[in-house]
């Protein structure tokens, strides 16, 4: 195999910080390469590097033996490196077609042509084994076919070097097999990806090889199977998972006062009929396929959407639950699903994050002094490791699992009763990770209830005490957490009954 | 504050341009800088008071432009308002043609309506703004637009198209009266600025509004009730185009439909913008606004100063600010930035 292309001896440094101490990269013409390294390892720093985006300091890009320098998104696209980015950066409102070939439109007659377009477009396609109607508009179609047409736009000008980066954090088993699919196919035509996930089975299913980065500095360059997931894991994070992943499941007793009841509650649209008890300090696992109805339940339980139907009660009272607002005030709080849109507020500091739901609590006119504030954040960054110099940088600058945590102490600092955390883990490193399962188990030994969401089941068979299961848009079971498989659940999500 | 982190903000760098153009202003004609004190009217008088004093309205107005702005939206009815408060006063202020000839010291209604129902209603009119954008769901811009239309219609209609005057005494203070040596409109913007930035920065509200306009959806989700935030603010600035109405109505003791507050809602963008509050929401400052609006008034004020054909005005207004804004542009920034960043790390090295 040829190598197609080599990073050498890269060094990146921002104000204070070394992103990148003299990492080398190496990529062979057809082949998957994962990229590991926990968030603000440098992964993204590399990448950035190589499109154009971030400008080295130190260190030689090799493509096919010519160097290169890319000084833009553009001119890396034009010497052959394509990025597919997890949040897809096409067009949605240009039909499948058009974002493929946008740009760069066929001509005929001096116009552009449409016919020509189409067609090459359905034969891009095709080869991915899809059929679908390509003059419909992006937004039509799931984020996986999005995330195709950008692929597809990579192989038509020719890329030789792709890179994925998170392309399956939003895409459900199917749609990463048939990705995997297309990636396949790419690699045996001779391209090399570059691939970037958090998931570690998904980097066994695909990669050849894998370079670890941690801390800016290369760790190393594994074939696949030089490294077993324990190996793999304990040289990302630097130390002995075992420790981490020693976690203990809540201890309920079975005379603990029941916290939060709901009974036959229904939304105006999706949930007709959920009924659920939970206890104190009792961890309650939600697993189910995405759009089973955790997120809606969820909602309800929250006052983000009303209840049409059925009522929820809390310690014996009965709740009205109108607004977030209303939820909050009653103990209850909620870690949305989509950190980026309905959680973190980006352009405001951590303190500000931190003390939001406190302060909302209390409303504006008795306001937090500037000092509790800032002893409030300096806390909760203590208590929960969050990774900065102080409580004023921008939230919005963080990793994710630092995003993810400086929520969660938005809510550990509003004191709740029950806390609702939906996809906590998602998108997250397996050290942050493992640091959230410990931290919501913490609190539920001191006597908070919590429903846990959340699409790994492993994560959920680990941590809950009690496991209800939602398939299409139902509650079809209720199983005891400590004594289940992972086999059992996937059973009754496939076909219903418990 | 290292320097770096002060060449990092707009605020410094809407600082750096009114020093500018003073200084301009000094090495053409030092005496811009004279300050005398007149004994007949107990004022000061000097450009620079003028500057400050004609200022007055775009800098009420952008104290809530600068809310509203940080909510991610913008109001362009607040110049419309403007003509609204005025006609109100004044037709409480009208004197009956079939007792006097001629307009004197004198009020049909109470000074108390005079004074209060323009404000009353201004703040309404900025409550029905907020209404629409927070229970409504429509953009600020479209729905500020329809009171920006529709507002000097109101005006012409409540003083039957027409325009009076008044020489009502109590009435020309507000515009034209003083208060320790300064006039009258200085001390209401002081009240003003001090106000809105001990109700912002002093309570939670800043914060809420900063977060709101930063994520909406978050913020709610936070427990944020994000309807009453933007209620109030729409509100806060409806009020407040009401103060400043009334004192442009003061100035020239009478209302002008047509051409009261006309480009106001320009003027008071401009102001909050050159102060460094993003036009996308979020971070605001207050402070910054106030440095933007006496920049505006500045320019014009510059102008007529050194006698610059009139014609020319709103050009040399706009070149200004063009290069103003370039100034704080984030790569002009960035760059000076970046300069003062290498010397501070010299230094400590």
Redesign the interface.
């Known amino acids: 195999m040829s190598e197609l292309l080599s990073m050498k001896g890269i060094t990146i440094e921002f ?1 204070g910080v070394k992103a990148l101490d003299n990492v080398d990269f190496s990529l062979n013409a057809g082949e998957i390469h994962s990229l590991l390294g926990e968030n603000g390892a440098g992964k993204s720093t590399l990448i950035k590097c190589l499109t154009g985006v971030n400008h080295m300091d130190e260190g030689k890009i090799y493509l096919e033996g010519k160097e290169i320098r890319p000084s833009s998104p553009m001119e890396a696209i034009e010497t052959g490196i394509s990025t597919v980015f997890q949040e897809v950066n096409l067009c949605p409102n240009l039909s499948v077609a058009e974002n493929i070939f946008v740009g760069r439109q066929p001509m005929k007659h001096r116009q552009i042509n449409w016919r020509e377009i189409n067609r090459r477009a359905e034969e891009l396609m095709s080869r991915f084994h899809l059929d679908i109607d390509v003059t419909r508009p992006l937004s039509y179609y799931s984020t996986a076919i999005q995330q195709m047409t950008s692929i597809a736009r990579a192989v038509d000008i020719q890329a030789k070097v792709l890179i994925l980066d998170e392309p399956t954090s939003s895409l459900d088993e199917n749609e990463v097999q048939l990705l995997f699919n297309v990636m396949r196919e790419l690699k045996d035509n001779g391209m090399g990806i570059i691939f970037i996930t958090h998931f570690l089975d998904q980097i066994y299913a695909v990669s050849d090889r894998m370079t670890i980065l941690r801390n800016g500095h290369l760790v190393g360059t594994y074939g696949i199977k030089e490294l077993s997931k324990v190996e793999l894991v304990t040289k990302m994070v630097g130390k002995d998972m075992d420790v981490i992943f020693n976690l203990k499941r809540a201890d309920v007793k079975p005379d603990s006062r029941i916290t939060l009841q709901a009974n036959h509650i229904g939304d105006s649209s999706h949930i007709k009929d959920i009924s659920l008890t939970l206890k104190e300090g009792e961890l309650l696992g939600f697993a189910g396929l995405l759009g089973s109805g955790r997120t809606e339940t969820a909602e309800m339980l ?1 006052g ?1 959407s009303r209840i049409v139907q059925g009522e929820i009660i809390l310690d014996g009272t009965k709740l009205n639950l109108t ?3 209303d939820a ?2 009653a103990k209850i709080a ?1 870690c ?1 699903e989509d950190r980026k ?8 500091s951590i303190r ?1 994050n931190i003390m ?2 406190v ?4 409303g ?5 002094t500037r000092q509790e504030q800032t002893d409030l954040a300096n806390k909760y960054i203590t208590l929960l490791g969050i990774a900065t110099p102080d409580c004023e940088k921008k939230a919005g600058e963080l990793s994710g699992g630092n995003q993810q945590k400086v929520i969660l102490a ?1 809510w550990m600092a509003a004191e709740p009763e029950v806390l609702i955390l939906d996809e906590p883990t998602r998108g997250i490193d397996i050290g942050a990770k493992a640091e959230i399962q410990r931290l919501m188990l913490e609190m539920c030994g001191s006597g908070v209830s919590v429903i846990f969401i959340s699409s790994e089941l492993d994560e959920i068979i680990r941590c809950s005490n009690r496991i209800v299961i939602m398939r299409d848009r139902e509650k079809v079971a209720e199983i005891d957490g400590s004594s289940c498989t992972q086999q059992d659940i996937l059973k009754i999500i496939a076909e219903g009954a418990a | 504050m290292k320097v770096s982190r002060l060449m990092q903000s707009k605020v410094t760098w809407a600082i750096i341009a009114e020093a500018l153009i003073l200084l301009v202003c000094f090495i053409i004609r030092p005496e811009f800088f004279s300050i005398s004190y007149q004994p007949s009217t107990g004022m000061l008088y000097g450009s620079l008071i003028d500057i400050v004093n004609r200022s007055a309205e775009i800098t009420i107005i952008s104290m809530g432009m600068t809310l509203v702005i940080a909510l991610g939206g913008t109001d362009l009815s607040v110049g419309a308002l403007v003509a609204v408060a005025g006609a109100i006063s004044l037709k409480f202020l009208r004197w009956d043609v079939l007792t006097y000839n001629t307009p004197g010291d004198y009020t049909v209604y109470p000074y108390v309506l005079v004074i209060f129902v323009p404000l009353i209603v201004c703040a309404l009119m900025g409550l029905f703004n907020g209404f629409l954008v927070a229970k409504g769901g429509m953009q600020p811009i479209i729905a500020t637009l329809i009171l920006m239309v529709c507002g000097r219609g109101v005006a012409q209609i409540l003083t039957d198209g027409k325009q009076f005057t008044t020489g009502y005494s109590p009435f020309r203070v507000i515009g034209q009266g003083s208060f320790m040596y300064l006039p009258m409109p200085i001390i209401i913007t002081i009240i003003v600025v001090v106000a809105v930035a001990l109700f912002t920065r002093k309570t939670a509200f800043g914060a809420f509004v900063e977060s709101v306009g930063v994520n909406p959806s978050a913020s709610r989700l936070s427990g944020i009730k994000a309807d009453t935030v933007i209620l109030i603010v729409f509100m806060i600035t409806g009020l407040l185009s009401g103060i400043a109405g009334l004192i442009y109505s003061s100035r020239i003791m009478s209302n002008d439909s047509n051409n009261a507050g006309l480009n106001f809602e320009m003027d008071a963008i401009l102001a909050v913008v050159i102060g460094g509050t993003n036009m996308a929401g979020g971070k605001f400052s207050l402070a910054g606004t106030v440095v933007g609006s006496l920049i505006i008034r500045t320019i014009v004020t510059f102008v007529y100063y050194f006698g610059i054909v009139s014609e020319a005005t709103m050009a040399f207004k706009a070149l200004i600010i063009a290069v103003v804004i370039v100034l704080q542009s984030e790569p002009v920034r960035e760059y000076f930035a970046k300069r003062a960043r290498k010397k501070e790390g010299v230094s400590h090295a």
Request: net charge positive; hydrophobic share 40%.
């Open positions: 104000p929250f983000a607004k977030p607002f909050i005030k909620f949305p849109r309905d959680g973190i507020i980006g352009d405001l500000e939001l739901a302060q909302s609590r209390k504006f006119m008795k306001p937090m938005r």
